[in-house]
């Protein structure tokens, strides 16, 4: 079964931690995506890469930024946790332009 | 610009038929999904349909696409408990298939 894996379901930080939310993916697909969601805001995009060292920013890439080393890896920093995102962060991947998304199961962050 | 909206509500009887309208705004969209998100899950791909289409069914599902009006609808048939969960609607923008999502839409399904 194809899969997205994220490496945490929950974690709690401090604020002014760095965070490292980790994604991986073993479909061998070129475009990987960071997405937060919060009640009322629907997903909204951080950054995405269409392929090893290439990233891209989305819609809010404010206080993030991203590696891509490998092309299965995709990982997403919190340079200083802030309480603003605390947060439920998704991870997706896709290969060929028409298939659609495959997402992880989620990261629930807390920063207290 | 790439939009998609919803509504944000859907509360169903259970053996009732559901209805989840989407609209969207960029005509040369070339696939469109529906997605799944039960509680602090992930999203799941439900269904998907291709531009050039006007309907799809599979099983209790059927989703239709007027792309004159740019409005897509998934209906659930025989709307069971285990369909409460948030639906999302996403249309696929050329050239990299970038999925612009919806906002989603809460259906709550009563006994």
């Known amino acids: 079964d194809v899969k997205v894996t994220q490496s945490s379901r929950y974690l709690v930080k401090r604020t002014g931690e760095k965070v490292f939310l980790e994604c991986v993916q073993d479909m061998d697909h070129e475009n990987m995506f960071w997405y937060r969601q919060d009640p009322g805001l629907g997903l909204r995009l951080i950054y995405f890469s269409y392929d090893v060292k290439m990233k891209e920013k989305g819609d809010i890439p404010e206080g993030y930024s991203v590696s891509r080393e490998k092309k299965e890896r995709f990982s997403l920093i919190l340079e200083s946790a802030s309480t603003n995102q605390t947060s439920m962060y998704l991870c997706a991947s896709s290969g060929a332009a028409n298939y659609g998304y495959t997402f992880g199961s989620g990261t629930r962050l807390t920063v207290v | 610009g790439e939009d998609v909206e919803q509504s944000l509500f859907l509360s169903v009887r259970e053996g009732d038929s559901s209805v989840i309208n989407c609209t969207y705004t960029d005509s040369s969209s070339t696939y469109l999904y529906w997605y799944k998100q039960e509680p602090g899950a992930g999203l799941q791909l439900l269904t998907y349909?291709?531009?050039?289409?006007d309907m799809k069914q599979d099983q209790r599902l059927t989703v239709l696409l007027n792309k004159k009006d740019k409005h897509l609808s998934l209906r659930i048939a025989d709307t069971q408990t285990g369909d409460s969960a948030i639906y999302f609607c996403?249309?696929?923008?050329?050239?990299?298939?970038?999925?612009?999502f919806g906002q989603g839409t809460e259906l709550s399904v009563k006994p």
């Open positions: 996403a249309e696929s923008i050329l050239p990299r298939g970038k999925l612009i």
């Open positions: 349909i291709f531009s050039n289409m």
